[in-house]
């Protein structure tokens, strides 16, 4: 299996465009989630879905992110409008069912000039 | 409320020395802990659960539920552990909280 796959791996927009963010997770599993990383607050948990189903969006920061699973192969995570605060690397991870180990994959770089 | 927590930030350390790097935890059911390794702008990697009790690299860590504790530890540290740790914890349901991570150089 080629892992969890992230697309695009660098993307450097201007303030106000929309950021569209793209996952493909291991395949049979069922579980995705979206983390941020940045220098000031580490890893945040953005969302997670089981299922194809969002559980958990609290951590998402507010109403200019949005997260969809249409089907178990694949989720975006979109921004509209962008901002500079948004520049971080965001990761998607999946997992099997509860409590097994979750996989990362390599990272969307974002920067919002 | 900080579920997870790395007091340091950076830990630096000559090769060949001891490596501990500290993690808290805060959970009122059966906790299940992990360490995961980020190199240098790579992906994250699962360095290791407590469940599994074993080596990964030289790593070890023992869950201590009476500390609350999850400590990392190396007796011998190499320049290519360099990288990123974090502690995490699986929550209810499946969701992985992180500390904020500890920074290990290996200096030569």
């Known amino acids: 299996d080629a892992g969890v796959i992230q697309s695009p791996r660098h993307e450097v927009t201007e303030m106000g465009q929309e950021v569209t963010l793209r996952c493909k997770p291991i395949s049979g599993h069922n579980s995705l989630f979206w983390y941020r990383q940045t220098m000031m607050r580490g890893l945040e948990l953005l969302i997670y879905?089981?299922?194809?189903?969002?559980?958990?969006d609290s951590g998402m920061p507010e109403d200019r992110f949005s997260a969809k699973m249409p089907n178990a192969s694949f989720s975006t995570l979109k921004i509209q409008p962008s901002e500079p605060r948004d520049s971080a690397v965001y990761f998607c991870?999946?997992?099997?069912?509860?409590?097994?180990?979750?996989?990362f994959g390599e990272g969307s770089w974002l920067t919002v000039v | 409320a900080q579920r997870v927590t790395q007091p340091e930030k950076l830990l630096s350390v000559f090769k060949g020395a001891p490596v501990e790097l500290k993690c808290n935890y805060s959970?009122?059911?059966?906790?299940?802990l992990f360490w995961y390794v980020q190199y240098s702008r790579q992906r994250l990697q699962l360095l290791l659960r407590?469940?599994s009790r074993e080596s990964i690299k030289g790593f070890t860590a023992d869950l201590n539920k009476g500390e609350t504790s999850f400590h990392l530890k190396k007796p011998f540290a190499q320049e290519e552990d360099s990288a990123m740790y974090y502690c995490?914890?699986?929550?209810?349901?499946?969701?992985?909280?992180f500390g904020g991570g500890t920074r290990l150089m290996v200096k030569p």
């Open positions: 879905f089981n299922n194809n189903v969002p559980i958990d």
């Open positions: 991870a999946s997992s099997l069912a509860t409590r097994n180990t979750i996989y």
């Open positions: 407590h469940i």
């Open positions: 959970y009122s059911g059966s906790p299940e």
């Open positions: 995490a914890l699986i929550e209810a349901g499946n969701m992985l909280t």
